[in-house]
């Protein structure tokens, strides 16, 4: 088998810790690995199968001989490094925001839309969590009767934050249950007891930036721009495992036994749905799963064609390093 010089960019991160331990766990054909970081980052050592690597500072000639560079670093450092990466001779797959709209970057989703890999011209985009733990169970859906309308209400997990927030979580809880002063750095307001609707910045039309990058890049993966779409994201006091509220108007009838019947068939997605028995998706059981786990199914029983859904996945994994890898891995069957 052949096999690829990889280098992660952010190793230090919690994204791209989970990266490197997906290269291990799904035997990635890696031949030499280079773990990236900022200077201040520069020297940690992280373990990939049974060896310590030192993670060196991610700059100008370090992709050097590298076939696939995955990329967690920031939208910032996507857009200083990327483009050198690619000069170099590396694909670049990104995980932040940086190109994920760009006309002439793949935004993918291997369970959808793993054909448009062919289309990089060096760079190939990771879509945001939230959008892709939707995407998977939408598009069946989508492909048997179509969609006209998505709500989703997301309720995210901190470690979509980063590691600072996890921290600031952590705090937060303790300082609470001691009744000491609780502080705020990561997020504007205590997250500790508390729900934030506000993920990123608020844009001029009161959505944030967080919400926007969902109903764009659902438009973008599902290549239908006229799919109407709202969206309201929400930070929760969960440590890992995104949920969402998942509303849809199909275009035309489906029972929800055939639903049920075509989730189960649908590569990616376990289906949890036995409320007589209290079975559906919880973020803490998604901390070991790849799968986005679906439950919850049910009529709106104000109009014919709608449907709720409740959906969790693992957003460090799904939502973002396992993703990338399966992008990898399609594409080292065309390069």
């Not at 709209?101 to 939230?130: Q, R, W, Y």
């Not at 990123?200 to 973008?220: A, C, L, Q, W």
């Not at 919880?282 to 959906?311: A, F, H, Q, Y």
Request: aromatic share 6%; charged share 25%; proline share 4%.
């Amino acid at each position: 088998m052949k096999r690829f010089n990889v280098a992660v960019v952010g190793a230090t991160g919690v994204v791209g810790r989970e990266m490197i331990k997906t290269l291990e766990q799904r035997n990635f054909p890696v031949n030499k690995i280079k773990l990236l970081a900022t200077e201040r980052s520069a020297g940690t050592e992280i373990s990939f199968r049974g060896e310590k690597i030192k993670v060196e500072t991610a700059k100008s000639g370090v992709f050097d001989g590298v076939d696939i560079a995955l990329f967690s670093a920031g939208s910032n450092a996507s857009k200083e490094l990327a483009p050198i990466a690619v000069k170099e001779g590396a694909v670049v797959i990104d995980n932040s925001n940086a190109f994920r709209m760009d006309t002439d970057v793949p935004l993918v989703v291997p369970e959808i839309n793993p054909e448009k890999i062919k289309e990089h011209n060096g760079i190939i985009a990771n879509p945001n969590c939230s959008t892709i733990q939707m995407v998977v169970p939408l598009k069946p859906i989508y492909d048997e009767v179509g969609i006209d309308r998505i709500i989703v209400s997301t309720y995210q997990a901190v470690s979509g934050t980063g590691k600072d927030a996890i921290e600031e979580l952590l705090q937060q809880t303790k300082a609470y249950i001691n009744k000491e002063e609780l502080t705020s750095r990561v997020y504007p307001y205590q997250i500790a007891f508390n729900v934030l609707p506000q993920i990123d910045v608020f844009e001029e039309n009161n959505y944030t930036r967080e919400e926007m990058k969902i109903v764009h890049e659902t438009r973008k993966i599902f290549n239908d721009n006229d799919l109407k779409i709202t969206a309201t994201a929400v930070r929760v006091p969960v440590i890992n495992g995104h949920s969402e509220s998942v509303y849809i108007e199909t275009k035309e009838h489906i029972c929800i036994e055939k639903l049920r019947s075509l989730l189960r068939n649908t590569k990616g997605v376990k289906l949890i749905d036995e409320v007589e028995n209290l079975k559906y998706p919880l973020p803490i059981i998604t901390e070991n799963e790849d799968d986005v786990l679906v439950g919850r199914l049910r009529k709106d029983l104000s109009i014919k064609n709608g449907i709720n859904m409740w959906v969790a996945a693992n957003n460090l994994r799904k939502g973002a390093a396992l993703n990338a890898i399966q992008i990898a891995e399609e594409l080292i069957k065309i390069i």
